[in-house]
């Protein structure tokens, strides 16, 4: 008798669940505890916090805004459409950064999940 007929093979759905729950494990282990000291709050109270003078500085990303306030608590917000923004931002003299995010090209695509499930799958 041959081997392969005895002995049941794993098929690659098997695989396929193994790197899409590993892949789900390391991204709730590593960036997790990257934003876990920041704190959620609506673009309301960040705005009020703007206007109090309590923001001390900002990150604008596509649609988010992470920030310090001016004790050392960090924050994260949705980015809401506001003309006036970093006029408002500027004349309470927090600090500004922008952020470049991906714009989810087929390389940012190959490169992010179809080349780790590739590479985890052996083919």
């Known amino acids: 008798m041959n081997d392969k007929q005895e002995r049941p093979g794993r098929s690659w759905i098997t695989y396929l669940i193994g790197g899409i729950v590993l892949m789900t494990l390391l991204q709730q282990l590593v960036i997790g505890p990257l934003t876990a000291g920041q ?25 988010y805004i992470l920030g310090l306030l001016s004790d050392g608590q960090e924050f994260r917000t949705v980015r809401i459409e506001d003309v006036k923004l970093l006029e408002e931002l500027e004349a309470q003299n927090a600090e500004v950064r922008g952020t ?24």
Do not use: N, Q
């Not at 309301?44 to 309590?54: C, I, P, S």
């Not at 991906?102 to 590739?118: E, K």
């Open 100 to 123: 470049v995010t991906s714009d989810g090209s087929l390389v940012g695509m190959l490169l992010g999940w179809i080349l780790p499930l590739a590479v985890m799958g052996g083919l």
């Open 39 to 63: 704190s959620e709050i609506s673009y309301t109270d960040f705005k009020v916090a703007l206007r109090a003078g309590e923001v001390a500085e900002v990150e604008v990303g596509e649609d």
